[in-house]
């Protein structure tokens, strides 16, 4: 199988996982990541956080290779790699100069394909793991945003932390990691993304690392890519009593799915409201009032579903009058719209910043493998440009009155949290 795409290809090693290559010839560097269908959103409740344990142990030694080893021969190169989870993927990613490109292949197909699971690094790097959830737990700033979503989608995999809880985390063993392991990382749920200075033969170079070594461990489950469709957006009020200075807000909307014809929409949106110094929320809150150091919005989005989020830091005697701003810039928006100048200088903020991010071959590796996976598509670039100069006012305003519906927004809290009366109904508890 083989696709031409612009200036990308598209293809098919002999067992079945894709790859999607972007030459670019002056530059001296290659990025190449792997990426794969496992995520939060893939596991079950008594396994949560199975996927980014995984993506830890990879790190710790092959059969052939130790952790130590693994670090060394990036190290001698100058290579940088490392790797992340979210709740639909995990990336793992590797950028060094174009004459050292065998060597990264080599190292990161062997972490792929062989890890050791020994036991005793699993003990541990549940240690390592449980510190990272405890400095999580330490960073109010991070954790609203995640009992947002353990609000919204409860009940739901998309509602669970990437990382997992503390008991989750110490259950896993050598076979549960094994088997997870086996029915995810499989050659269909596998995406090779490369990009940057290398070679003709750059197939071949994949095909003896990659190809075939899938073959005989086929998903015997037969597990679709994403097998945890169908999660509903509840409203949620979600509080969480911490001894902190500030408090720590995040408000929630019902967003788009990542293959939503107003992708590009929402980002202008969003950009407009609250994205940087100039947008309404930071001018308004911040500027003028002097009543948050950090407030802005954002979007996150899933295969079925997403979320448009709007967060602000602020002292506690400060949240009524926090709330009524923000309430009154979502109600602004359909008062005092978005003009066509406004909309142009959007339009050329993120033309700018996606231009400017295919200067970097690791930002380029990472648009082509996470569309790939994610999209099962490329967008080239020139389309890319065109969909952002294809907004509209009109087509802004249907997303400001289907996404920002006061009477569906969910809230949370961390901080000092008994002042908050803001009458959101539904859940409402102490999150511990």
């Not at 076979?175 to 086996?182: F, N, Q």
């Not at 389309?383 to 920002?404: A, H, N, P, R, Y």
Request: contains cysteine.
């Amino acid at each position: 199988m083989e696709k031409d795409i612009n200036q990308f290809e598209i293809k098919t090693l002999s067992n079945g996982i894709r790859v999607v290559m972007e030459h670019i010839p002056f530059v001296r560097s290659v990025a190449i990541g792997v990426y794969v269908h496992s995520g939060s959103r893939h596991e079950t409740a008594d396994v949560n956080g199975i996927s980014h344990f995984i993506e830890h142990m990879l790190f710790k030694g092959t059969a052939k290779r130790t952790a130590k080893n693994i670090a060394d021969e990036m190290d001698a190169i100058g290579g940088q790699m490392n790797a992340y989870t979210a709740k639909d993927y995990t990336c793992f990613y590797a950028r060094v100069l174009d004459e050292h490109v065998d060597i990264a292949l080599d190292v990161l197909s062997d972490m792929y394909l062989n890890p050791k699971f020994d036991e005793g690094d699993i003990k541990k790097e549940i240690n390592v793991v449980l510190e990272e959830i405890s400095m999580r737990d330490d960073s109010p700033d991070d954790l609203v945003h995640d009992i947002l979503q353990r609000g919204v989608w409860k009940g739901h995999a998309l509602g669970r932390d990437i990382a997992g809880t503390a008991k989750t985390v110490k259950s896993f063993n050598q076979d549960v990691l094994k088997e997870y392991y086996r029915n995810r990382y499989t050659a269909e749920n596998t995406i090779i993304s490369v990009a940057g200075n290398f070679g003709g033969d750059i197939i071949e170079r994949l095909e003896a690392r990659f190809g075939g070594r899938f073959a005989a461990r086929q998903n015997r489950q037969g597990q679709s890519p994403c097998p945890t469709k169908g999660a509903k957006y509840q409203r949620a009020r979600v509080l969480m009593e911490k001894d902190v200075e500030q408090l720590h807000l995040c408000l929630g909307f019902e967003g788009i799915p990542y293959k939503s014809k107003d992708s590009y929409a929402l980002s202008a949106l969003l950009t407009f409201f609250g994205s940087g110094m100039s947008s309404r929320l930071y001018q308004r809150i911040r500027e003028k009032h002097g009543l948050v150091y950090s407030v802005y919005s954002y979007g996150t989005s899933s295969v079925d579903t997403g979320l448009v989020m709007i967060y602000a830091a602020l002292n506690p005697e400060s949240y009524a009058r926090v709330m009524e701003l923000i309430v009154d810039e979502i109600k602004g928006l359909s008062s005092n719209r978005i003009t066509e100048d406004h909309l142009y200088k959007v339009k050329q903020q993120l033309k700018s910043n996606y231009l400017l991010s295919l200067e970097s071959s690791n930002s380029r590796m990472a648009s082509l493998g996470r569309g790939l996976l994610l999209r099962g598509e490329i967008t080239p670039p020139d389309e890319i440009i065109k969909k952002i100069d294809d907004i509209s006012t009109e087509q802004i305003q249907t997303l400001v009155e289907g996404v920002f519906d006061l009477d569906r927004m969910s809230l949370a809290a961390v901080g000092d949290v008994l002042g908050i009366t803001d009458g959101i109904a539904g859940q409402t508890h102490n999150d511990d």
